[in-house]
């Protein structure tokens, strides 16, 4: 996904058109609870009451409907190889921020994510590592009254209760991969999981939007999107398929991190590669973005 330009911005929405961002930068408004030991800190994070928040912002027009403030919780199991926020990776580079303080926030801003028919988006790194302060998060934000959305690969689909489930409107699931060995080359994980709960999220009927990323040279083959789309169309409950195309806005900070960046030469595809993966979709009944 990709919202606005922002170094600050984490997650997989990084691939989309840029949109617009309003507000927000980093953990701004929010008290890092810095001061806690580790025991405490490891407690109430096992209790939900404390997460590791790499940044917040306030989107419109990415992240699901509406204005949008999109939390990106820091941790992620995975490794994907266009990361664009390799600065999310590990939970204990994230800040420890309160849930009640998290929630304030939120409150304060309802009025306008709720006018616009948006609302909250818990992304990453992967929200699911942190499945209780998630389930806490989505819990009082329903009880805002606002509408809840979660951005997650799947791979820790098996985190997610069916009361979480509950407080959760819409998901933006990322299939990155169609075809099993691809996807672990492409994650370094596999893709069953993700399967997995995009089969619970369709029997559960929660509204769902897919998000593939289109990489050329790694997933932009016609088996690859064929395979993607015969794994969603299976799933009633998507209402929109996102192809998103790879873009190299992640490549410094991979440098900067002294990781192994194997896509530093990829170009971003073209239009007509795009159009056409589109259209792979469109031809499997399901509308796209
Ligand atoms: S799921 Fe992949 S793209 Fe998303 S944060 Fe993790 S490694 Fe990055």
């Known amino acids: 996904m990709t919202h606005i330009l922002d170094a600050t911005a984490a997650g997989d929405q990084d691939f989309l058109a840029p949109a617009a961002r309003i507000s927000g930068n980093g953990t701004a408004g929010l008290i890092p609870m810095t001061d806690l030991e580790h025991a405490d800190r490891l407690r109430r994070m096992r209790e939900g009451t404390l997460g590791s928040l790499h940044s917040w912002e306030l989107v419109t027009a990415v992240d699901g409907p509406g204005v949008r ?161 015969s794994i969603v169309e299976k799933w009633p409950n998507v209402s929109r398929v996102e192809v998103l195309p790879f873009h190299q806005m992640g490549r410094d900070k991979w440098n900067r991190l002294g990781l192994e960046y194997k896509l530093a030469d990829t170009e971003p595809p073209g239009r007509e590669l795009i159009e056409s993966a589109r259209e792979i979709f469109r031809s499997h009944g399901l509308t796209v973005y």
Request: with cysteine.
């Open 69 to 229: 403030m999109t939390i990106f919780l820091a941790g992620c199991g995975l490794r994907c190889q266009f990361c664009h926020n390799p600065d999310t990776f590990l939970m204990r580079d994230g800040e420890p921020v309160e849930l009640e303080d998290l929630l304030k926030r939120i409150k304060r801003y309802r009025k306008t994510l709720n006018a616009s028919g948006g609302g909250i988006t818990i992304s990453g790194g992967e929200a699911m590592m942190q499945p209780h302060f998630v389930a806490k998060l989505l819990e009082g934000a329903k009880e805002l009254g606002v509408h809840t959305c979660i951005d997650t690969s799947g791979f820790l689909g098996r985190n997610v209760t069916d009361s979480m489930l509950e407080n959760i409107d819409l998901v933006l699931l990322d299939v990155k991969a169609g075809i099993p060995e691809l996807y672990k080359e492409v994650t370094t994980g596999e893709l069953q999981p993700t399967l997995d709960f995009g089969d619970r999220l369709a029997a559960k009927g929660i509204e769902t939007w897919i998000r593939f990323v289109l990489v050329p040279g790694l997933t932009d083959s016609v088996e690859n999107v064929e395979a993607v789309a």
